[in-house]
C-alpha cells in the first residue's frame, strides 16, 4: 500500500484528509510515528485538536497496510455515551475510505447475544468501558480473543486513572499484556497537570520511559466571561438560579447552548426556570445520570442531530461528547476546579482555531471570588492536581475472581503481574495473600459460611473458583461503580423515567410532588422498587442526591485566599463585592495565606464561631461533626454546624473563648475515630467494598436485590466483623475509603495540623461581613445541599447582611 510522501500515512487516509480539505496535524503524525515505533504513548491535546482520531490513526494505517480479521484495537471509555459518540465518529471516514473495518461498542447497555458473537466474531475496533473489559477478561475464551490485540486506547484518562475505576483498569492491563505481550497503550486527554504522573501510570511497571509525550498544538485562548445581572453579586446560594432570563438570552442569541450544573438536582430546578421564561418555546432538554438511558439516549440524538438549541447538564457530559454545533457553554455556580472548568469550556465549538465562548454565573460572592480565580487560573494554564494513591484491595479482590473465572491461576505469577500495574506496584506478598485467603474462605469470622469459599487451591498448587454458580455471580455482580439505593420513577402504565435515592423516596409521602426528567411529579404510592407517580401542574420539591458534591481543589482555594488579602486585586471586582471586602477589613480581618480566621461572636441569642479555613465542603462537614462532639465534651453546648466550601460556623449556648483547643490535631485520633464508627459512615463504606469486593451479591439470576437487601446483608457482615474480625480486609478498605473520599480527611488533616501554628481569633459584638455567606445557611442544609435558593433565604440574607455591613 503506497504512503503518503511527506506524512507517512497510507494513500487512502492521506486522499481522505484531502478530500475533506485538511492536513494531519503535527501531533497526529507524531502519535502515528509513535505507532510504528511501537511505543506507548500519551497524547495531551486541546478539546478540537483531532484528539481520537489522533489515537486511532495508527490502528488505520496498520490495518489499512495489513487487514486482518481479528481484534486488533479496544477503545476504552468512562462513559457509555462517548462510546457510543465516537463509534458514531469513526464510523464516518471508515465508510467514506471504504474499508473493510468493522467498528462495535461493548458495554453494559449492549445485548448479551451480540456479546457473545463478538467473542466469537469480534469486530477489528472494539470500544468498550473499564468494567466491561474486566468482565471480558473472565471468560475462558478471553486468552485466544485478545491475543491477537495490538493497540489500547483510553480516551480521556484523567477521568478515572486516579479513582477506583483506574485500578480496575490499570489491572486489566496489565493481564492484557500477558495475553499480548506486544500490545501498546495509548491514552488521551485534554486537561493534565502532571503528564509524567499518567505516563508512569499507563506503562507497565510504571516506567515512565517506555512512554512517549505528545503535546498538541495550543488552541485559541477560551473567551470566557463572568455574568452578573443587574451588576449585584447575589449574598447567599450556590446555584446562579437568580439568573435564569439572562441565561435564556444567551441561549436565544446561540446555536446550541450547554447550560453545565454541578448537581443532578441543580440541573432539574435550572431546567425549570429555564422553561418558565422561555417565551420563545425553544426546544431545551435535561441529561444527567439518574434518567433512563433511553430518555438520555434521546437527548443526546436530538443534540447531534441539530434539534435542541440547550441542553441542561451535569458531569454526564463533561467528557468529549463531540457537538460540532454548541457555541455557547455556560456554567451555573462556580465551577469549583479550573481543570473542571476547561473541560467543560471544551464542549464549545471543538474547532482548535476559534476561542470557544463560556459564561460562568457565580452564586454568591465568594464564588465570584472563585469565578474570578477558575479565569485565572484557565488563562494562566494552572491545571488542578492529580492525586495518584496505592490501588484499593476490594477492585483488586474483584480482579483476581475474575481471572479465576477465566482459568485456573498460580499465585506467585499472578502477583507478578499485578506488580506491573502502577497501583499496585508496592503491594506486598503478604497483603496480596490476605486479599487471596478473602476471596478463598470469606475471612477467619467467616469461613464456616460456604457461600463466603469461592476460591480453592488444588494439589496442582492452582487456585480455582469452587463452584461454576461463583462465576455466574461475579459475571452478575462485577463492577466499580456502586450507587446510592435507588428506586425506579414509574407511571402508572409502567413506562419508566429513571431513578432517585431510596433515602428520597423514603421521605416522600403520596400526594407529595418534586421535579424529575424535567416534569413535576406527584406520588401515587410507594412500594420496595418503585415510585409510582403521575404528572401534576402543582409546585415541587426537588429529588436530593447523595455524594453529588463537588470540592473546591486546593489551588483554586489559594487563588480566592490571595484575592481577599491583595487590595490591589480588588479593583477588578464588582462594586459590591468591593465594599464587601473593605468593610470586612475594616471591622474584622482578611486572613493572609496560610493563615486560619477565626471570628466569634453573638447572634440571635446565640455564639457563634466561624473558621475561614477554604478546605471544601466535604472536609468542613466533616470538621463540623468533629468540632461540635469536642464543643459538646467542653460544655460549651452546642447547637449546630453549618459549612460550604470556604467556611464552618458552629454555635451554642455558651462563649467560645478559646478556639484553639478546638482545632488541636488529636481530633483526628479521638472524635474521628468515635464518629465514623458510630455514624453510618464507615457502614456505607463497608456497603461499597463488600459489594465491589464480592462478600454480597447485587443480583441473583432472574432477580436484582433491593437496595434494603443488600444494606441488611452487609450490615449484618459489617456487625459480625466489627465484633469478631475488627482488622478484616473489607473493614481496612472501608476505613481507607472512608477516610479519603466521604470525608476528605487528607485536607482535614492538613488544616489541623497547621491551626496551632496559623490561627488568629478575632471576636466581634457582631457578625461580620464575611461569615454572612455561610450563616445565612442555618437551618437550611438541606437546602444548600442541592444548591436551592428561594425568596426567604434572599430576604434572610439581605438582613443578616445589612447588619454585617454597617460600620461603627
Known amino acids: 500500500m503506497p504512503k503518503g510522501s511527506q506524512t507517512g500515512l497510507p494513500q487512502p487516509l492521506t486522499d481522505w484528509f484531502a478530500a475533506r480539505g485538511w492536513a494531519p496535524r503535527r501531533h497526529q503524525l507524531e502519535m502515528l510515528a509513535a505507532g510504528r515505533a511501537g511505543r506507548h504513548a500519551l497524547l495531551v491535546a486541546p478539546t478540537g485538536a483531532g484528539k481520537t482520531l489522533a489515537g486511532f490513526l495508527p490502528t488505520l494505517a496498520e490495518l489499512i497496510e495489513a487487514p486482518t480479521d481479528d481484534l486488533h484495537t479496544l477503545y476504552i471509555s468512562p462513559l457509555k455515551a462517548l462510546a457510543v459518540d465516537v463509534q458514531r465518529n469513526l464510523l464516518t471516514p471508515i465508510e467514506e475510505m471504504g474499508l473493510p473495518i468493522r467498528v462495535e461498542t461493548r458495554t453494559g447497555d449492549t445485548p448479551s447475544d451480540r456479546k457473545a458473537r463478538q467473542r466469537v466474531r469480534p469486530p477489528q475496533i472494539l470500544l468498550t468501558t473499564p468494567e466491561s473489559l474486566s468482565l471480558l477478561i473472565s471468560y475462558p475464551d478471553s486468552d485466544r480473543l485478545l491475543a491477537t490485540l495490538k493497540t489500547v486506547v483510553i480516551d480521556e484518562v484523567h477521568a478515572f486513572a486516579t479513582g477506583k475505576r483506574g485500578d480496575l483498569l490499570a489491572l486489566a492491563l496489565a493481564r492484557l499484556q500477558r495475553i499480548a505481550p506486544d500490545m501498546r497503550r495509548v491514552a488521551l486527554s485534554a486537561t493534565v497537570a502532571d503528564p509524567d504522573g499518567y505516563r508512569a501510570w499507563l506503562a507497565p511497571y510504571g516506567d515512565i520511559d517506555t512512554v512517549s509525550l505528545v503535546q498538541g498544538e495550543k488552541g485559541a485562548e477560551p473567551d470566557i466571561a463572568i455574568l452578573l445581572p443587574e451588576g449585584k453579586v447575589p449574598w447567599s446560594g450556590h446555584s446562579g438560579r437568580y439568573a435564569a432570563p439572562q441565561v435564556m438570552a444567551e441561549i436565544e442569541t446561540h446555536k446550541t447552548t450547554i447550560v453545565f450544573c454541578n448537581t443532578r438536582g441543580l440541573a432539574e430546578l435550572i431546567f425549570q426556570d429555564l422553561w418558565k421564561v422561555n417565551t420563545l418555546g425553544l426546544p431545551i432538554g435535561v ?99 492529580d492525586l495518584f494513591r496505592p490501588g484499593a484491595l476490594d477492585v483488586l479482590a474483584q480482579h483476581i475472581m475474575g481471572v479465576a473465572c477465566a482459568a485456573p491461576f498460580d499465585a506467585a505469577r499472578l502477583l507478578d503481574e499485578v506488580r506491573a500495574a502502577l497501583p499496585y506496584s508496592a503491594l506486598d506478598a503478604a497483603t496480596f495473600d490476605r486479599v487471596l485467603h478473602f476471596i478463598a474462605d470469606g475471612g477467619y469470622a467467616l469461613r464456616a459460611y460456604d457461600r463466603f469459599k469461592r476460591l480453592t487451591l488444588g494439589p496442582d498448587g492452582l ?88 470540592a473546591l481543589t486546593t489551588r483554586l482555594a489559594e487563588r480566592v485566599r490571595g484575592f481577599l488579602y491583595d487590595s490591589a486585586q480588588w479593583q477588578r471586582f464588582p462594586a459590591d463585592v468591593r465594599e464587601w471586602l473593605e468593610v470586612q477589613r475594616r471591622r474584622s480581618k482578611l486572613p493572609a495565606p ?83 464508627q458510630q455514624s453510618a459512615l464507615l457502614k456505607r463504606a ?117 447588619r454585617a455591613m454597617q460600620l461603627d
Request: include cysteine.
Open 686 to 802: 463497608f456497603r461499597e467494598v463488600a459489594v465491589i469486593g464480592g462478600l454480597v451479591e447485587r443480583q441473583h439470576p432472574g432477580k436484582r436485590k433491593t437496595g434494603k437487601q443488600v444494606t441488611f446483608s452487609t450490615d449484618l457482615i459489617y456487625d459480625v466483623l466489627r465484633k469478631y474480625e475488627p482488622e478484616h480486609l473489607l473493614l481496612q478498605a472501608a476505613w481507607d475509603d472512608a477516610r479519603a473520599r466521604l470525608t476528605d480527611v487528607g485536607r482535614l488533616a492538613g488544616l489541623l495540623d497547621r491551626a496551632a501554628d496559623t490561627m488568629v481569633h478575632v471576636e466581634l459584638d457582631r457578625v461580620s461581613p464575611l461569615a454572612v455567606p455561610v450563616l445565612v445557611l442555618i437551618g437550611r442544609e438541606n437546602v444548600a445541599q442541592t444548591g436551592t435558593v428561594d425568596d426567604a433565604l434572599l430576604i434572610e440574607a439581605e438582613q443578616l447582611a445589612a
Open 463 to 550: 487456585w480455582r473458583v469452587s463452584h461454576p454458580k461463583f462465576v455466574t455471580q461475579h459475571r452478575l455482580n462485577a463492577g466499580i461503580i456502586v450507587e446510592a439505593t435507588m428506586v425506579d420513577v414509574r407511571f402508572r402504565n409502567g413506562r419508566r423515567l429513571g431513578r432517585v435515592e431510596e433515602l428520597f423516596a423514603a421521605s416522600l409521602s403520596p400526594g407529595d410532588t418534586f421535579f424529575f426528567a424535567g416534569l413535576s411529579l406527584e406520588v401515587e404510592r410507594i412500594t420496595t422498587e418503585d415510585l409510582v407517580v403521575h404528572a401534576s401542574t402543582r409546585p415541587a420539591r426537588v429529588p436530593s442526591y447523595m455524594g453529588a458534591r463537588l
Open 287 to 385: 441529561h444527567h445520570g439518574s434518567l433512563d438511558r433511553e430518555a438520555r439516549r434521546k437527548v443526546e440524538q436530538a443534540m447531534a442531530d441539530g434539534r435542541l438549541r440547550a441542553l441542561v447538564a451535569t458531569a454526564s457530559l463533561d467528557l468529549g461528547v463531540d457537538w460540532g454545533d454548541v457555541d455557547c457553554v455556560i456554567q451555573m455556580g462556580a465551577p469549583k476546579g479550573s481543570s473542571r472548568l476547561l473541560q467543560r469550556i471544551g464542549r464549545a465549538n471543538h474547532r482548535l482555531d476559534e476561542p470557544s465562548e463560556a459564561v460562568v454565573i457565580p452564586g454568591n460572592r465568594f464564588e465570584y471570588l472563585e469565578a474570578r480565580a477558575a479565569l485565572d487560573a484557565v488563562e494562566a494554564g494552572e491545571l488542578d492536581a
Open 594 to 676: 496560610g493563615e486560619l480566621l477565626v471570628e466569634t461572636f453573638p447572634l440571635d441569642g446565640m455564639h457563634h464561631m466561624v473558621a475561614y479555613s477554604f478546605e471544601g465542603w466535604n472536609a468542613h462537614q466533616s470538621l463540623g461533626m468533629l468540632v461540635t462532639r469536642r464543643m459538646e465534651a467542653q460544655g460549651l453546648k452546642p447547637v449546630g454546624f453549618v459549612a460550604n466550601d470556604y467556611a464552618l460556623a458552629c454555635y451554642g449556648l455558651e462563649k467560645i473563648t478559646d478556639p484553639a483547643s478546638l482545632f488541636s490535631a488529636d481530633i483526628l485520633e479521638h472524635e474521628f475515630v468515635d464518629w465514623v
